[in-house]
Structure formats: C-alpha cells, structure tokens
C-alpha cells in the first residue's frame, strides 16, 4: 500500500452560462466597440467574439464614425469619456447619419447620475451599461436590444411591402381613373348638345353625375319638325354598372340612327313617327327583361309633343312626378306615376295628355334633387324644389335657368355630404 501523503486531483467545476452563444432572432450580428483604452476593447472585444460576433473596433469617436458612414454595425459598445468626440457627441452623430437599418447603442460610462443618464438618453442612446462591464450583465442588454432590433427590422419589412402594395394599389388607383375618366367623355358624348330649339319651342338638359361617372340620362330627338320628344332616365345603384346601363339606353333612344330607336315607328314613305310613350315604356320594359343576368332596372319619364297645337303625351314610371309650369305662374306636379321599367314583365304603363299653351314649360327632374340632403339635416323634396326655382333669377330660360337651379341646390345642400346621387334635369319649353 502507497505511504505518505499524496494529493488527490482536485476538480474545478466548469462556469457554463444558462444563455445561448447568440441570441434567438440574430438581429444582432456586427458590433463596434468604440473605447480609448486597448485593454478594454480587447476584453469587451474577447467576450463578444466569443460568443459568435463579429467585432470592429475603433479608438475615438472620429475614427468609429467613419467606420459606421461606410459599414453599419447593428450594435455600437462606446465608452463615454474619450478624446476628441466624445461618445455623447459620437451617439448624436450617428443618429443623424442617413440609412433605413436602426442601430443599437448602449453607452459605457461610470456615471450613474440621473441627469447624466436623461443627457445619454436624449442624445439617442438606448442602453447604459456601468464600467466596470459585468459579461453577464452585458449579454442580458444585448438580448434586450436584439429583440427590439428584430422587432423595429419585422415593422420596417412590413412597412416596405405595405408601401409596396400600395405603390400597386396606386397605380391600379391611377388606371382605373384614366379609364373612368374616358368613360366619362364616352357618357358626355351621349348627349351631345344640352340645348336644342325646335321652332319657337326649347329642350335644355343638364346632367351631373356624383362621380366620374353616372346613372342618369337625358335626351331629346325630333323625327319632323313638328314633333319633338324627350325623356329623363334614372338607373339603380351607382357608377361603372349603372353607366354601362345608361350607354346601353343610350342607343335604344338613339337621337342620331332612328332605324335602332325603339321610340320612332318606320313609315312606309322612308319617314319616322312617335310611338306613343306608354308603348316606348313597355317596349323598353320587354327589353329589359330580355337580357338575362341584368339586375338593374331604371325609372323613366318620357314626353312626345306636337308642336303645332302643343299636345303632349307622358308616361312615368317611377320618376318624380315632372313639374308643369304654366305661363300664368300656375304650377302643378303632373303624371299617373307607376312601375319602374325592368321590374316586372307585362307591366302596364298609364300615359296621360296634356294641352301646353305658348309659355308653358314642363320639367323633368331626377330624385338627386328631392332626396338630396340639406345643411339641417332634412331632405330638399319637392317643396324645396319650388323654393330653388323660385331663388332663380327672373326671366331665366332654357339652360341659364337649369344651371341656376343646380346652383341653388349647391348652395342648399349638406356641404359635408355633398352630392350623393347623380343630379339630372329635361326641361321643355312650348313656344307655340
């Protein structure tokens, strides 16, 4: 047996951190150690690489801010006291240097002042750390700041694919403007002229739509020149569908090629006659539902006059009640209202007659007067439509007297809304 003393090896146990070499997201990968002393940056230095960064190192706050103009490092370690630009000084001018990627900066600093820390902070540090440096302590900051780093890096991608989509949305935005800007010039060619004189007798127009495009039509066409007929057309709903429904109208009232106009009868002798309004509105209404897949369905008011002896026929369906004006100052709200057209088949459609003496006028008006919304919150209906025309300027006929009245609507309405639906008007005036 072994005599005398013998030493038994003694065992050091091993320091293993809890925490992992790098930290979860790796938002943190370079770092620039900023301190005038080598031997601290050779241990903060050691520490970092040691746990798997990579580490450029600097002397001065000059020297570091150099560095940092040509390579960001996404984690900046400076001490505070240095010469020349101090690291308060260095930490403002990195701030202000240009770039979308966030850098981290904790300070290194022996003070623990309140207004020192409020100085450090207001000059865009983020993080202090006391010399001096305890490794625990700093791997704990830089976890910190590696998880606002991943989290300030996931905002900024999702504000670049956000600005992305809507640089797209921009111009998908810009596309559909131009083509709803033509489209606008397409409806506006639809009616051509606003105002047209048939002898002594007028047809003026006035069509404003609530955006680029509307579902309102007018129109006015004369076969002979004795007779003259015109309408005002209201499509349901609003914009590109409603529109389409106008152009499609348009045509089947084709003031230009009477040969497509289903209000004008071919004569034997080559010439044109007028349907009687209430068979226009059941041909118009067989058309309608004969398109498979249209939902839309419109109302109408639709007047043929004799210019000879001033008899006109009118058939509404479902437009506002037109508004006949004798010459006298007499007014009345005329018409045998009715269904829509494109509701139902085999509707029926009621027409009444009208005797118009020389002077009389008669208007035809969309529902984007009465039901527009005024500054009191109430709805303009018909009594407000006599009150614009009455604000109208005495005297005023034909197209001045339509623009006056829009005015006046303008004037009257809920400026915060403005025009929720599309704004139309026919109006006829009987010469004699």
């Known amino acids: 047996m072994p005599t005398g003393n013998t030493k038994r090896p003694v065992t050091v146990p091993k320091i293993v951190s809890s925490l992992p070499d790098r930290p979860d997201t790796g938002s943190i990968q370079r770092v620039l150690v900023v301190d005038d002393s080598l031997l601290q940056r050779r241990i903060l230095s050691g520490f970092l690489r040691k746990w798997g960064y990579t580490v450029i ?11 940092c103009r040509t390579m960001r490092p996404d984690l900046v370690l400076s001490d505070w006291m240095m010469p020349g630009l101090d690291g308060l000084e260095f930490c403002r001018a990195f ?3 240009t770039g979308e990627e966030y850098g981290y900066f904790i300070l290194l600093t022996s003070k623990s002042e309140k207004v020192e820390v409020a100085r450090g902070l207001d000059a865009g540090a983020d993080d202090f750390l006391t010399k001096p440096v305890n490794p625990g302590e700093l791997r704990a ?3 910190a700041g590696d998880r606002l780093l991943a989290m300030q890096r996931e905002v900024s991608e999702k504000n670049r694919v956000i600005g992305d989509t809507l640089h797209k949305l921009q111009a998908a935005y ?17 009616v051509p002229e606003l105002s047209r004189s048939f002898g002594r007798s007028q047809v003026s127009l006035l069509l404003k739509p609530c955006g680029h495009i509307g579902g309102d039509l ?7 020149p004795d007779r003259v007929a015109f309408y005002a057309i209201d499509v349901s709903g609003h914009g590109i569908t409603s529109a389409m429904m106008t152009a499609r109208l348009g045509g089947y009232l084709s003031p230009s090629y009477f040969d497509q106009n289903l209000a004008l009868a071919w004569q034997p002798d080559g010439s044109f006659a007028l349907r009687p309004p209430a068979e226009v509105a059941r041909l118009l209404n067989d058309r309608q539902l004969a398109d498979t897949g249209i939902d839309e369905y419109f109302t109408l008011a639709y007047a043929t006059v004799d210019l000879t002896n001033g008899h006109l026929q009118l058939v509404q369906a479902g437009h506002p009640h037109p508004l006949l004006m004798r010459a006298d100052g007499a007014v009345e709200f005329v018409g045998q209202g009715g269904l829509p057209v494109g509701l139902l088949p085999d509707a029926g459609f009621a027409q009444c007659d009208l005797r118009l003496r020389p002077g009389d006028r008669l208007l035809f008006y969309s529902d984007g007067f009465t039901e527009c919304r005024l500054a009191d919150g109430r709805m303009l209906d018909t009594d407000g439509l006599l009150r614009l025309l009455s604000a109208c300027e005495p005297g005023q006929t034909g197209q001045e007297l339509l623009d006056d009245l ?14 929720q639906d599309d704004v139309s008007a026919t109006l006829f005036e009987y010469g004699g």
């Open 218 to 224: 007018v129109g006015m066409f004369s076969p002979a």
């Open 406 to 419: 829009f005015w006046n609507l303008t004037q009257s309405m809920d400026p915060e809304t403005g025009l």
């Open 141 to 143: 900051r830089i976890r």
């Open 57 to 67: 190192e600097a002397a001065n706050g000059d020297s570091a801010l150099e560095l």
């Open 174 to 190: 810009d596309s559909i403007d131009r083509d709803l800007m033509q489209a606008r010039k397409i409806q506006q060619s639809m």
């Open 95 to 97: 701030r202000d240097l």
